[in-house]
């Protein structure tokens, strides 16, 4: 069974930055959007980046702009994070909406998830 597998977490200071990398492990899937969320400690799964497949359109929350970049290579999609924030830890989750959305920010729209990477940023 396809599931997909983030990678590239870790602790940082404020600041700093890291680039996660999300892959498709157990076979091939089809994907029309490939999105990063995060869920911080007691709080709900919050948009984060997309990136459309066909054509490349990318989606950013407004907190992010600037500082995070999305971007696919192959069956690859990476987030590049740059001046990271205290306010940036969370649990990272890639998704994969598999049927054609206009909703790219909602969490209901992906069907595939990976397990999550944790992102730390100290102050």
């Known amino acids: 069974q396809v599931h997909l597998v983030e990678s590239g977490g870790g602790l940082v200071q404020a600041g700093g930055s890291l680039r996660l990398s999300c892959a498709a492990s157990?076979?091939?899937?089809?994907?029309?959007?490939t999105g990063w969320f995060r869920q911080a400690p007691g709080k709900e799964r919050e948009f984060v980046a997309a990136i459309a497949w066909s054509g490349g359109t990318t989606y950013y929350t407004d907190s992010v702009k600037g500082r995070f970049t999305i971007s696919r290579d192959n069956a690859k999609v990476y987030l590049q994070m740059n001046s990271l924030k205290p306010e940036d830890t969370a649990v990272y989750y890639c998704g994969a909406a598999q049927r054609w959305t206009t909703q790219a920010m909602s969490v209901s729209s992906y069907e595939l998830w990976g397990q999550g990477t944790q992102v730390t940023v100290s102050s």
């Open positions: 157990g076979g091939t899937y089809s994907t029309y959007i």
